[in-house]
């Protein structure tokens, strides 16, 4: 198994523009979530997904968008990418409440 | 409003002292607690969790308290190793949301 992926590691945008960040998991898990984390911010939910075909918003989720048309695939829009988007992204998965697997994140800058 | 508190930013031990991780939450409809750990540049990994009908639970070196009246859960670690150097968050949950509420973590280095 390989997990909780996301693609890219690094990636840097101009104010603007616009990309996605892409999540994968091949454990069949239903329950994905997108976290970004700040320093002293801790890890803040973005948005979630309780299976395929079903997304909500968290507690940070303006300046972004979601979609899940598969288990596997849960990527995150950037819509229009800003300097305060600066930020560490983490895809998770989860098997069962409470507990959840992270991918290696993706490291954002927006100049 | 943080409903669940990591009070100490960072803590510095010794090699083969213990290591006390303090944890404080608001909602008393939490009923499971879970520690994670994180390296720089990597993911949170699960270490350890509790539910509330418990009040320990350990996992090797690792040994999870949770005082219920106090609102508090608190993790130790014997002997602390110098690869136990992370950042420790502290996340809870209630009933069957999976939606994890996190702590802001507190930084652990284990000096040799």
């Known amino acids: 198994n390989a997990g909780v992926t996301q693609t890219p590691k690094f990636q840097v945008l101009k104010t603007g523009q616009s990309m996605t960040l892409q999540c994968a998991q091949d454990?069949?898990?239903?329950?994905m979530s997108w976290y970004r984390q700040d320093p002293g911010m801790g890890l803040r939910l973005i948005h979630y997904s309780v299976g395929a075909g079903i997304t909500d918003q968290g507690e940070v989720p303006n300046g972004y968008n979601v979609s899940r048309s598969t288990t596997e695939d849960f990527p995150l829009r950037l819509l229009s990418a800003a300097p305060s988007q600066t930020s560490v992204y983490f895809c998770a998965s989860s098997p069962r409440p409470g507990e959840q697997y992270f991918g290696p994140g993706t490291r954002l800058t927006v100049t | 409003d943080q409903q669940v508190k990591q009070n100490s930013p960072s803590l510095s031990v010794q090699e083969g002292r213990i290591s006390i991780l303090n944890c404080d939450y608001t909602?008393?409809?939490?009923?499971?607690f879970l520690w994670y750990k994180k390296y720089p540049a990597e993911g949170p990994t699960f270490l350890i969790s509790?539910?509330?009908i418990k009040d320990k639970n350990e996992d090797g070196r690792f040994t999870v308290f949770l005082n219920k009246s106090a609102k508090h859960l608190s993790l130790h670690i014997v002997p602390s190793q110098p690869g136990d150097s992370a950042v420790y968050f502290c996340?809870?949950?209630?009933?069957?949301?999976?939606?994890?509420?996190w702590g802001l973590g507190t930084s652990l280095a284990v000096n040799p």
């Open positions: 909602n008393s409809m939490f009923d499971y």
């Open positions: 509790i539910s509330s």
């Open positions: 454990m069949n898990h239903e329950y």
């Open positions: 996340a809870a949950n209630a009933g069957n949301n999976r939606k994890l509420i």
